[in-house]
């Protein structure tokens, strides 16, 4: 398995390598060589699953998670990406859902003949797709934390919102919401204690769900091995 990183990722993913990964350079072409052009808030994830099933012929290439937040960028990095990286894999798997781009990144996908993870966003496929639409049906007015949100709570929503600097704008941001739910992926205490903490800083009520890896699971051994992602 093959982890690249985009530099402007390597600081923060540093935090999220898993033991015994690294780093390595592009490869050349062989048959049967994979991509996963993976989102960097979802990279944990997804190299945990490819380790545990064993697939050498995988390379991962993560892009930056601070797209998370802008997903008007999201399309076009993923565009030259693609573009850039042609021809060198034989199969290649976008690890996003649409993620807030309105449709802009399916365009980009089906013009390169590339596809992409089922679902909405990372607390879709994270959660299960049918699970998480009935969470949010149950109430709309939360805010999500995944395992990547609440080790980087403070670097992404409290700086990246410019709370820190203004902590009057917290109204403005997270007066419509009404709880904070956490959705687990492994039993970390200490994430728990973060998700909490995030919660009580955002002044909402705290919930959380243990999830896995939900549908992420299962969309990557279709992918991987051979059959198309539903």
């Known amino acids: 398995m093959q982890q690249l990183l985009d530099p402007e990722e390597e600081r923060v993913f540093e935090a999220e390598r898993p033991p015994g990964s690294r780093a390595h350079g592009e490869g050349s072409f062989a048959p049967g060589q994979v991509l996963v052009l993976a989102c960097g808030a979802i990279a944990r994830e997804v190299l945990a699953v490819i380790r545990l099933n064993g697939w050498t012929n995988v390379t991962v290439r993560c892009l930056p ?29 976008v690890a996003y859902g649409d993620c807030g781009t309105g449709g802009a990144l399916d365009n980009v996908l089906s013009r390169h003949g590339v596809e992409r993870l089922p679902g909405d966003h990372c607390y879709g496929f994270l959660t299960g797709n049918t699970a998480w639409e009935e969470l949010h049906d149950a109430e ?82 279709r992918f991987v091995e051979g059959a198309p992602v539903a």
């Open 65 to 93: 998670a601070k797209l998370h937040s802008r997903p008007e960028r999201i399309a076009p990095t993923v565009d030259a990406r693609l573009t850039e990286l042609r021809g060198r894999y034989e199969h290649v798997l």
């Open 140 to 221: 709309p007015a939360t805010f999500y934390l995944t395992d990547f949100l609440a080790r980087h709570f403070d670097a992404i929503v409290i700086r990246g919102l410019g709370l820190d600097r203004h902590p009057e704008l917290l109204p403005q941001y997270f007066g419509n919401y009404r709880r904070l739910l956490y959705l687990a992926q492994t039993d970390d205490s200490g994430l728990r204690a973060r998700a909490r903490a995030a919660a009580e800083r955002l002044g909402l009520a705290y919930e959380e769900r243990r999830t896995g890896y939900g549908d992420l699971v299962p969309s990557l051994m």
